[in-house]
C-alpha cells in the first residue's frame, strides 16, 4: 500500500508567516492529493486537494503543490492567522486509506 | 443523513469487555473507513470498505479488532476483549468511493478502558 511521508512533525510560526508542510508518497499511481485539517477535539474536514494533472492549486491563503516525478506535494499557508493552529494530515490516493503522521501548526500572536 | 455519523458519542468500558462502535455513513457512499486516533497522535488507518469488494483489514492492530458492513451501508468495528491501549478515539469516514474524493469524517467514538 501507499506509504506517506509528512515533514516537519511541529511547526511554528508568528501571525503573518508563511508555513509549508511537505509529503512525499511511494506509489507512483496515486493521482488525488488532498489535504485535511484537524481543529483541537474536532474531526478532520478537507481543506484543499489537487490531482496529477496540475502541479498546483490555489484557494485564497492556502495553495497546494505538486512534483511528481520527485513523488512530494506540498501545503503552504500565507500571512499565517491564530485559527490556522491545528495539525495537518495529508495522503495519497487512488484510494483514501492511510495518512502522513500529521504536522501540528501553531501560530504565535 | 448530513453526514457521517458515529454512536456511541463515548464509551467507557471495563477492561476484557466487547465493546460495539457503530458509523452511518453518508446516504449513497460506497466507501467506509475506520480510523484510530490515539490522545496527539495521527490517523492510524485500520479497515477499508469499498462497495461489495472483499475489506482491506491489513490496518486492524490485532484479531481482537473486527468490522462489518452490512448492505453496504451501516458499519460496526468490534473489540472483543479490550485492553487499555485500546483506549482512543475511533473516527469513521465516508467517500462517494469513485477514487480521488473527498472523505468525509464522523465526529468519532471516544473509547475510554478502566
Known amino acids: 500500500g501507499e506509504n506517506v511521508e509528512q515533514h516537519p512533525s511541529t511547526l511554528s510560526v508568528q501571525e503573518g508567516d508563511s508555513a509549508v508542510i511537505k509529503c512525499t508518497y511511494s506509489?507512483?499511481?496515486?493521482?488525488?492529493f488532498p489535504w485535511y485539517k484537524q481543529e483541537l477535539g474536532k474531526r478532520p474536514q478537507l481543506i484543499i486537494d489537487?490531482?496529477?494533472?496540475?502541479g498546483e492549486k490555489k484557494d485564497q491563503r492556502i495553495a497546494v503543490t505538486l512534483n511528481k516525478t520527485a513523488k512530494h506535494f506540498s501545503l503552504h499557508i500565507t500571512e499565517t492567522q491564530p485559527e490556522d493552529s491545528a495539525v495537518y494530515f495529508c495522503?495519497?490516493?487512488?484510494?483514501?486509506?492511510?495518512f502522513g503522521a500529521g504536522t501540528r501548526l501553531t501560530v504565535k500572536p | 443523513g448530513a453526514g457521517v455519523s458515529q454512536s456511541p458519542s463515548n464509551k467507557v468500558t471495563e477492561k476484557g469487555k466487547d465493546v460495539e462502535l457503530r458509523c452511518d455513513p453518508i446516504?449513497?457512499?460506497?466507501?467506509l473507513y475506520w480510523y484510530r486516533q490515539s490522545l496527539g497522535q495521527g490517523l492510524e488507518f485500520l479497515i477499508y470498505?469499498?462497495?461489495?469488494?472483499?475489506?482491506?483489514k491489513s490496518g486492524l492492530p490485532s484479531d481482537r479488532f473486527s468490522a462489518e458492513r452490512t448492505g453496504g451501508s451501516v458499519s460496526t468495528l468490534t473489540i472483543q476483549r479490550t485492553q487499555q491501549e485500546d483506549s482512543a478515539v475511533y473516527l469513521c469516514?465516508?467517500?462517494?468511493?469513485?477514487?480521488?474524493?473527498?472523505?468525509?469524517f464522523g465526529q468519532g467514538t471516544r473509547l475510554t478502558v478502566v
Open positions: 495522503a495519497a490516493t487512488p484510494v483514501i486509506a492511510r
Open positions: 470498505f469499498q462497495g461489495n469488494s472483499a475489506p482491506d
Open positions: 506509489d507512483s499511481a496515486s493521482n488525488y
Open positions: 446516504s449513497g457512499h460506497t466507501a
Open positions: 489537487i490531482r496529477s494533472n496540475v
Open positions: 469516514a465516508s467517500s462517494p468511493g469513485t477514487r480521488g474524493t473527498e472523505a468525509f
